[in-house]
C-alpha cells in the first residue's frame, strides 16, 4: 500500500496522507511520496491548487515515534530540503490547503502551518505537544505559529503543549472554516475550486507576493515595491490578463491558459 495517494480532480491535485493504520505517521516512505507528489503537482500545468489530507480517522499524528525509538530515520535523505514529511519546507508556487479531517497534533499541526490555507474539522484538534517529550516543534511549528497568531498566545501553545480546539484555531485565525464533523475535504475542496476558477498565473504571483513581502518592516520600503513591480510585469503582460477583460465585456467565462 502506497504511504501516500495522489490523484488529480479536475485542476486540483489531492494528496492523501494514507498510513491509517498509524494516524498517518511520518516515516521514510511517506516523506518520499509526499514529496514525489508535490513536485508532481507543481510542474503539472493543469493542476492550479492542492490539497493535503489525511486518510482514516487522523490528518496527521507527526513523526513515527516507534521508527524514532528504533533509531529509523523518517525523513527523505535524497531530498533534505524538503524537510519534514517532504512537506514543511518544500515551497511550490501553487497555492496548498490543509484538509485537517481529524487528529493533527505535532507534526501534523507542522503540515496545517505549511500550508497558505486550512479546513479543519470542528472535530478535531491541533497542537504543539512536543515539549511534553522533551522534544520541540522543529519542523517549522516554533517558526510559523507566532508568525500567524499573536506572540504570546503562539508562546501558550508551544509552552504549555496544549491541544487547541478546531473552534479556537478559527478564532484565532490558525484555520480558515471549521467544517462540519465528516466534512474537512468536502470543504477544502470547494475552498480549493473557488481558487482554482481564477487565472494560474495571477494567483502564483499573488501568492509569491504575500510570502516574499511578508518580513518587511514597512510597506513604504522599495524591497517590497521592488517585488510587486516584478508580479506586476509578469501578471500584466500575460495572455490571460488580456482573457480576464476580454471575457468579463463578452459576458462569458474566462479561458484561462496560465500564461
Known amino acids: 500500500m502506497s504511504a501516500v495517494l495522489y490523484e488529480k480532480r479536475g485542476h486540483i491535485g489531492l494528496v492523501t496522507l494514507n498510513r491509517p493504520q498509524a494516524m498517518n505517521a511520518v516515516n521514510t516512505p511517506l516523506?518520499?511520496?509526499?514529496?514525489?507528489?508535490?513536485?508532481?503537482?507543481?510542474v503539472d500545468p493543469q493542476v492550479r491548487v492542492v490539497v493535503l489530507t489525511g486518510a482514516g480517522r487522523a490528518f496527521c499524528a507527526g513523526a513515527d515515534l516507534k521508527e524514532l525509538a528504533q533509531?529509523?530515520?523518517?525523513?527523505?535523505?535524497?531530498?533534505p530540503e524538503w524537510g519534514f514529511a517532504g512537506i514543511a519546507q518544500h515551497w511550490i508556487g501553487k497555492p496548498t490547503i490543509a484538509a485537517v479531517n481529524g487528529y493533527a497534533m505535532g507534526g501534523g499541526t507542522e503540515i496545517?502551518?505549511?500550508?497558505?490555507?486550512?479546513?479543519i474539522d470542528e472535530t478535531a484538534s491541533l497542537g504543539l505537544p512536543e515539549v511534553k517529550r522533551g522534544l520541540f516543534a522543529a519542523a517549522g511549528g516554533v517558526i510559523r505559529l507566532q508568525r500567524?497568531?499573536?506572540p504570546k498566545i503562539a508562546a501558550e501553545i508551544a509552552l504549555t503543549g496544549e491541544p487547541v480546539s478546531a473552534a479556537r484555531a478559527y478564532e484565532l485565525g490558525l484555520v480558515n472554516r471549521v467544517a462540519a464533523a465528516g466534512t474537512a475535504l468536502v470543504v477544502a475542496l470547494?475552498?480549493?475550486?473557488?481558487?482554482a476558477r481564477n487565472a494560474p498565473l495571477s494567483v502564483q504571483e499573488s501568492k509569491r507576493v504575500l510570502h516574499q513581502t511578508w518580513s518587511a518592516g514597512s510597506d513604504?520600503?522599495?524591497?517590497?515595491?521592488?517585488?510587486?513591480?516584478?508580479?506586476?510585469?509578469?501578471?500584466f503582460?500575460?495572455?490571460?490578463?488580456?482573457?480576464?477583460?476580454?471575457?468579463?465585456?463578452?459576458?462569458?467565462?474566462?479561458?484561462?491558459?496560465?500564461?
Not at 71 to 79: A, L
Not at 112 to 119: F, G, K
Request: hydrophobic share 40%.
Open 220 to 235: 513604504w520600503e522599495a524591497e517590497v515595491w521592488a517585488i510587486n513591480a516584478a508580479a506586476v510585469k509578469t501578471v
Open 190 to 195: 470547494e475552498l480549493a475550486e473557488k481558487t
Open 112 to 119: 496545517m502551518l505549511a500550508c497558505d490555507l486550512a479546513v
Open 71 to 79: 533509531g529509523n530515520r523518517v525523513d527523505d535523505r535524497e531530498h
Open 31 to 42: 516523506s518520499q511520496a509526499a514529496g514525489a507528489a508535490l513536485e508532481q503537482a507543481q
Open 237 to 259: 503582460s500575460s495572455r490571460d490578463a488580456r482573457e480576464g477583460p476580454q471575457a468579463f465585456a463578452e459576458k462569458r467565462e474566462p479561458r484561462w491558459e496560465g500564461r
Open 148 to 150: 500567524q497568531i499573536p
